[in-house]
């Protein structure tokens, strides 16, 4: 079962535009990570928030995390073409196995110049 | 370095052949996963290892099997290939963990015909 949910599915905006991505997950978490998957490559990770932690950047990426609602979003200011990708929240997830590393189904980001 | 190296890009199977998608790190990471990623499924986890001799199951692990004789291979078996398994598949590595940034190779595009 899915741990992390994103939020459009799909989302275009032209380039200069922010485009702002959500997800939601399901039980506590000791972090919450985004990746980006550009056409035919595989996942490269982004950021890293961490459960105490409610806002993070990094160059034109700003995700902010609200534990009580269990969900985090991704902003990406200014966006340019290069920015088009799928975009993807994990979070880890425990069971009786183990711990493991668990994706929503990402959210694809369309950029136009 | 290279990072995570997955061979072969591309490959296709009959049903009922078996096959081995191979996967290396050159990073000395413990932690490594299978994923398979399907259209409007996300990425879904096969199995994982948290180290060489230890194997868990993911979400999806029917199918499929795993070793870890080393720490930097851990390839993935198709027992009796299915059309159900032509996917696109992504081995990861990390530190040790799976709640730790993930490294990502461009993963096998996998026909069953």
């Known amino acids: 079962s899915q741990q992390g949910e994103e939020d459009p599915q799909a989302l275009s905006i032209q380039e200069g535009e922010n485009a702002t991505m959500n997800c939601s997950y399901k039980?506590?978490?000791?972090?919450l990570q985004w990746y980006r998957q550009n056409s035919g490559r595989g996942l490269v990770h982004l950021i890293l928030?961490?459960?105490?932690?409610r806002e993070k950047h990094s160059g034109r990426l700003r995700v902010t995390l609200d534990t009580s609602k269990k969900s985090s979003s991704l902003l990406i200011t200014a966006s340019r073409a290069a920015d088009t990708a799928s975009y993807f929240c994990?979070?880890?997830?425990?069971?009786?196995?183990?711990?493991?590393?668990?994706f929503g189904k990402g959210t694809t980001l369309s950029v136009s110049s | 370095n290279a990072g995570v190296t997955q061979t072969p890009k591309f490959q296709v199977l009959k049903t009922g052949q078996s096959m081995t998608l191979q996967c290396a790190q050159d990073?000395?990471?413990?932690?490594m996963s299978w994923y398979r990623q399907d259209p409007g499924m996300g990425l879904r986890l096969i199995h994982y290892?948290?180290?060489?001799?230890?194997?868990d199951q993911g979400e999806v692990p029917n199918g499929y099997n795993v070793s870890r004789s080393t720490t930097e291979d851990f390839p993935l078996r198709l027992l009796s290939a299915a059309p159900s398994q032509t996917s696109v598949y992504f081995c990861?590595?990390?530190?040790?963990?799976?709640?730790?940034?993930?490294?990502f190779g461009d993963g096998t595009r996998l026909s069953i015909l």
């Open positions: 990861a590595s990390s530190w040790d963990r799976a709640d730790q940034p993930q490294h």
């Open positions: 039980t506590s978490i000791n972090n």
């Open positions: 928030i961490r459960s105490n932690e």
């Open positions: 994990a979070t880890a997830a425990t069971n009786q196995a183990g711990t493991a590393l668990i």
């Open positions: 990073m000395n990471h413990e932690y």
């Open positions: 290892s948290v180290g060489a001799g230890i194997t």
